[in-house]
């Protein structure tokens, strides 16, 4: 089955950064849209940024973009988050998610319900 496995998560100063990493295992990696999401204590999960399966459709939150950068590694099976200049309000439980399939539609992949695959998430925190 599949399964999704993020490491790289931490606690860091504010104006730091931070890589997540996500292993996709059991799966053909370049037939997935990978996404990463993230939720705060008593706040819903929210949609942090996505990527086609050959990395050529990308798409950010408003609140990370010029600061976050997802990329792929199609030959590791493994998708990336680059973070610099954190931020407090960055702090949440930071998820990969993984949706079979060619769609990557801005709205198939900013919804947390398009993706059918989670891992099982990696806590960043942020100290001001």
């Known amino acids: 089955q599949v399964q999704l496995v993020e490491s790289g998560g931490g606690l860091v100063q504010a104006g730091g950064s931070l890589r997540l990493s996500c292993a996709a295992s059991g799966l053909t990696f370049t037939r997935y849209l990978m996404g990463w999401f993230r939720q705060a204590p008593g706040k819903e999960r929210e949609f942090v940024a996505s990527i086609s399966w050959n990395g050529g459709t990308i798409y950010y939150a408003d609140s990370v973009k010029g600061r976050f950068t997802i990329s792929r590694d199609n030959a590791k099976n493994t998708v990336y988050l680059q973070m610099n200049a954190l931020k407090a309000e960055d702090t949440a439980v930071y998820y990969c998610?993984?949706?079979?399939?060619?769609?990557?539609?801005?709205?198939?992949?900013?919804?947390?319900?398009?993706?059918?695959?989670w891992g099982q998430g990696t806590q960043v925190t942020v100290s001001s």
């Open positions: 998610a993984a949706r079979q399939g060619l769609d990557s539609r801005s709205s198939t992949s900013r919804s947390s319900y398009s993706f059918e695959n």
